[in-house]
């Protein structure tokens, strides 16, 4: 099992930054990608950015260019950067690992951390 905790939430002004972090626990050892998804009440939830094991990362094309996602490994935590946030960019936010075993693989998530942009 991996347990994720989640914080760095909150509310900020159109304009502004927020950084969430998440960090991991447990069996981690075969998590081979982390991210963050977002979710709105009513909505699905949606991928925003994540992070494999080798460093690459991926990014909805809403966030690309104001969000950055990076990973202190000795720490076991990932960070999400949200630069010049919008309004839309409103929703829960959960962070979540991919861990594979002999070709397995399972998500494990976070709580959710609530960012909220006023405009």
């Known amino acids: 099992q991996v347990q994720l905790v989640e914080s760095g939430g909150g509310l900020v002004q159109a304009g502004g930054s927020l950084r969430l972090s998440c960090a991991a626990s447990?069996?981690?050892?075969?998590?081979?990608?982390m991210g963050w998804y977002r979710q709105v009440p009513g909505k699905q939830r949606d991928l925003v950015a994540r992070?494999?094991?080798?460093?690459?990362?991926n990014y909805a094309d809403s966030v690309k260019g104001r969000f950055t996602i990076s990973a202190d490994n000795a720490k076991n935590t990932v960070y999400l950067q949200m630069n010049s946030l919008k309004p839309e960019d409103t929703a829960v936010y959960y962070c979540?690992?991919?861990?594979?075993?002999?070709?397995?693989?399972?998500?494990?998530w976070g709580q959710g951390t609530q960012v909220t942009v006023s405009s």
């Open positions: 979540y690992a991919e861990r594979l075993v002999i070709g397995v693989r399972s998500d494990y």
């Open positions: 447990g069996s981690i050892s075969r998590i081979n990608a």
């Open positions: 992070i494999t094991g080798g460093g690459s990362t």
